[in-house]
T-cell receptor, first 114, second 107 residues
Framework: DTEVTQTPKHLVMGMTNKKSLKCEQH?????MYWYKQKAKKPPELMFV???????INESVPSRFSPECPNSSLLNLHLHALQPEDSALYLC?????????????FGPGTRLLVL | AQRVTQPEKLLSVFKGAPVELKCNYS??????LFWYVQYSRQRLQLLLR??SRESIKGFTADLNKGETSFHLKKPFAQEEDSAMYYC?????????FGQGTTLQVKP
């Protein structure tokens, strides 16, 4: 398996709902990322997990809660979101080979908050 | 501060014309630079990395440390090259993206 997968593809939620986004990779990569991408803008880094530990939190509001249950899985728990949180949420994993690092991206979850 | 600049939001060319997407970076160390491409409704994909000096889909990019640039070039654009292109700088496990350039190749 040489891809990052994300579920669901689309998600519509109300501001009082609780939902979760899921990301999976079986490439043995030990760093995983969550990004938020608005239309025609570059991805914005939210969180980085390295060896299942949170290593970077880019001052993301607490209504977004990441979780890394094991080296292959990354979740993003959503609660009490705002309409401005509507975006494409991308997961990525990072390969390190001979001191070179490459990030591989999933297809994203398109989130609409009503 | 480390920064990646892509000065053109939109680049529109005709099929068969040469293409150059500009990327300038600001970084005092030895940079690790990438070009990513995002086709409509597809995932962000790695196109090129400067270290490997390869050519993918006819695209090449050369790192010019003197001009702090990493421009993406293709001699003859194809319609299927139409996409959003992001230049990115890798820094301590993070990617710093430019704002992106939409390439539109007209028939």
């Amino acid at each position: 398996d040489t891809e990052v997968t994300q579920t669901p593809k689309h998600l519509v939620m109300g501001m009082t709902n609780k939902k979760s986004l899921k990301c999976e990779q079986h490439m043995g990569h030990r760093a995983m990322y969550w990004y938020k991408q608005k239309a025609k803008k570059p991805p914005e880094l939210m969180f980085v997990y390295s060896y299942e530990k949170l290593s970077i939190n880019e001052s993301v509001p607490s209504r977004f809660s990441p979780e890394c249950p094991n080296s292959s899985l990354l979740n993003l728990h959503l609660h009490a979101l705002q309409p401005e949180d509507s975006a494409l949420y991308l997961c990525a994993s990072r390969r390190r080979l001979a001191a070179q690092e490459t990030q591989y991206f999933g297809p994203g979850t398109r989130l609409l908050v009503l | 501060a480390q920064r990646v600049t892509q000065p053109e939001k939109l680049l529109s060319v005709f099929k068969g014309a040469p293409v150059e997407l500009k990327c300038n970076y600001s970084y005092s160390g030895s940079p690790e630079l990438f070009w990513y491409v995002q086709y409509s409704r597809q995932r962000l994909q790695l196109l090129l990395r400067h270290i490997s000096r390869e050519s993918i889909k006819g695209f090449t990019a050369d790192l010019n440390k003197g001009e702090t640039s990493f421009h993406l070039k293709k001699p003859f654009a194809q319609e299927e090259d139409s996409a959003m292109y992001y230049c990115a700088l890798s820094l301590t496990g993070k990617l710093i993206f430019g704002q992106g350039t939409t390439l539109q190749v007209k028939p």
